[in-house]
């Protein structure tokens, strides 16, 4: 492959992981960031913001492959759709896209603007593919980390999570973003469904710590979509192999 392959969001979580194996495979990359970096070892960096329609142009220029894994707590329709714009104008042969499981299902405005997103995506008239993926360990472990300082767990009933291992998600997306373009494939998921309260007490055992947990309610739209598993993937889709007992063992000490 001569022409790079833009990659958005590489500096981010998924992104670290996703660069080492396109080079791997030989491919140039070029990475959009918001930063200034040296160019190094086969990888270019171009400045620019999505979210304010700056740099998308220069960046997407003499790309024909574009992977688009950035993101944010607001604004990822608006930036995808500017990404959009500027990738058609360059002729782009192939689009990949990381959505989140749920993300038509979910009522919570991220997942709202993660299937604005996938709409922009798909409605581009550009060769697409989009990837949706669960919930990553380390988010998983934000939040029973940030709950395990209360001297007592809040296990809201019926709020079920079923993490993935980000290496395995940037896998797949690198056999995806080098294969044809697909359209929406099947969900990654992890290898189990977890309800909260054994995710904490996985995590506190690994820590070697106690806390007492109370059962707690999620009211109205949102704890009803939690309790139906919205959030989930659990017929057709495609199973990574880490589990979050695995995680812990190498994360936690």
């Known amino acids: 492959m001569t022409s790079p392959i833009l ?19 030989g491919c140039q990359v070029r990475v959009l960031s918001r930063r200034g970096h040296e160019p190094g070892d086969g990888i270019e960096y171009v400045t620019g913001d999505l979210l304010k329609g700056e740099g998308a142009e220069s960046a997407v220029d003499g790309a ?18 500017n990404l959009v714009r500027a990738a058609s104008r360059a002729g782009v042969r192939h689009l990949v896209y990381i959505s989140v499981i749920g993300a038509d299902r979910m009522p919570l405005g991220y997942f709202r603007t993660q299937l604005a997103a996938e709409r922009a995506v798909a409605d581009s008239g550009l060769p697409w593919t989009t990837l949706r993926a669960a919930q990553f360990h380390d988010l998983v472990l934000k939040v029973v980390r940030a709950m395990a300082k209360l001297p007592v767990i809040p296990v809201p009933g019926g709020l079920r999570f079923q993490p993935v291992d980000p290496h395995e998600v940037a896998a797949r997306l690198v056999e995806l973003t080098l294969g044809r373009p697909a359209g929406r494939v099947s969900d990654l998921a ?24 109370m059962p707690v309610r999620m009211p109205g739209k949102v704890g009803r979509a939690y309790r139906a598993g919205e959030n989930l993937s659990l017929e057709g889709a495609t199973v990574g192999r880490r589990t979050w007992e695995d995680f ?6």
Do not use: N
């Open 190 to 213: 992890g290898p189990k469904v977890y309800g909260m309260a054994e995710l904490s007490r996985e995590y506190l055992r690994a820590c070697g710590r106690r806390r007492l947990m």
């Open 7 to 25: 990659l958005t969001g590489g500096t981010g979580t998924l992104g670290r992981l996703v660069v080492p194996l396109l080079r791997d495979a």
């Open 248 to 253: 812990l063992a190498e994360r936690v000490r």
């Open 64 to 81: 024909e492959t574009v992977l688009h894994l950035a993101g944010g707590p607001r604004g990822d329709d608006e930036a995808t759709r």
